[in-house]
């Protein structure tokens, strides 16, 4: 399938850019929002998984965001919510069918709207997807804490989605495990995939020492685990994927 990329599209006032992933034929496709991680303006990393979701029938938005700025980044992750929710149409997208998903700091930013009803002015997305993070401490995007947002009962369940490697280097698969726990005994719908990867290769790429920085794979595990997970994706947003 034939998967067209927007790139360095403006999405908020401070000039921050975001990539979009869409497929030929997209009319109403469920959209996916997708947050980097730790590092700052790094949307070009999950470039190899955005276009393997797409390529499943949704439309998928990539931001820069800078985790180290003086909010850790949440005016940036607000902004690019925002601008999904206005301008999906104009790319083919349904803003009524939204997953937010995340990884590793992104992640965790993800989690936090889908346990606060007040991070987002009250937007919820139709489900949040996981890949690779903790949930023990508060979020980029808010102040209460995943894991005792879940267990307080005072926040309306949605669906999670949560992708672990089981080799994961950096966040141990036990974090994703716990927070399962918690989900489905709370009476979260809750997803849960642990796959034979490691941190990077949980988004179809491998680190570059010298760069210091995530690339495209090349093959092995990495490969395997991001087509996988890409297909998870689709499957949580409402695309193709049966």
Not at 112 to 133: K, M, Q
Not at 146 to 170: C, K, R
């Amino acid at each position: 399938m034939t998967v067209y990329t927007d790139r360095g599209v403006v999405y908020d006032a401070t000039g921050k850019l975001l990539d979009i992933y869409r497929r030929e034929s997209a009319e109403s496709d469920p959209v996916m929002l997708l947050w980097h991680g730790r590092g700052p303006d790094e949307r070009t990393v999950l470039e190899p998984l955005a276009r393997a979701t797409a390529e499943l029938g949704v439309v998928v938005f990539v931001p820069d965001w800078r985790p180290d700025s003086l909010d850790g980044g949440r005016a940036h992750l607000l902004a690019s919510i925002a601008f999904v929710l206005g301008q999906a149409e104009a790319f083919g997208g349904d803003p009524h069918r939204v997953l937010l998903a995340g990884w590793s700091r992104g992640a965790k930013a993800a989690s936090g709207i889908a346990v606060d009803t007040s991070a987002a002015n009250g937007w919820r997305p139709s489900a949040v997807a996981c890949l690779a993070t903790r949930y023990g401490r508060p979020t980029p995007t808010s102040a209460r804490v995943p894991l005792e947002a879940v267990v307080s009962g005072d926040v309306d369940p949605i669906p999670f989605w949560l992708v672990h490697g089981l080799n994961d280097e950096l966040v141990d698969v036990e974090h994703s495990r716990e927070f399962a726990k918690v989900l489905r005994d709370h009476a979260w719908p809750v997803h849960f995939h642990e796959l034979e990867t490691n941190h990077a290769g949980i988004v179809m790429t491998q680190c570059d020492a010298g760069l210091r920085r995530c690339v495209p794979a090349t093959g092995g595990h990495a490969l395997e685990a991001g087509q996988r997970v890409a297909a998870i994706l689709a499957k949580a947003a409402g695309g193709t994927v049966a």
